[in-house]
Nanobody
Framework: VQLQASGGGLVQAGGSLRLSCVAS????????MNWYRQGLGKQRELVAS???????NYADPMKGRFTISRDNAKNTVYLQMNNLKPEDTAVYYC?????YGQGTLVTVSS
């Protein structure tokens, strides 16, 4: 199993980023996918989830700002992040089951 995340970077507060995660090694279209994040000195937390059928769920701080989506033809899950805040600064990981990708760093400056 491989989960290759990309799209992180430095953005000012109020800005947007779109993260991507390309998955391989399992039947992507049949499985739910998640995005997690871990800030410096903090525990890893669930950001958003999407089922194989496209149903989504978000942690409360992300509702209305983040959108998770998937393209089964490309084995890719996305996380569109709008109105970013400094507290969103973290390494973002895509997840399937017990597997996590290498993470992509998002830094939001005030």
């Amino acid at each position: 199993v491989q989960l290759q995340a990309s799209g992180g970077g430095l953005v000012q507060a109020g800005g947007s980023l779109r993260l991507s995660c390309v998955a391989s090694g399992f039947i992507f279209r049949s499985n739910p996918m998640n995005w997690y994040r871990q800030g410096l000195g903090k525990q890893r937390e669930l950001v958003a989830s999407i089922t194989s059928g496209g149903l989504t769920n978000y942690a409360d701080p992300m509702k209305g700002r983040f959108t998770i989506s998937r393209d089964n033809a490309k084995n890719t899950v996305y996380l569109q992040m709008n109105n970013l805040k400094p507290e969103d600064t973290a390494v973002y990981y895509c997840n399937w089951g017990l597997y996590y990708g290498q993470g992509t760093l998002v830094t939001v400056s005030s």
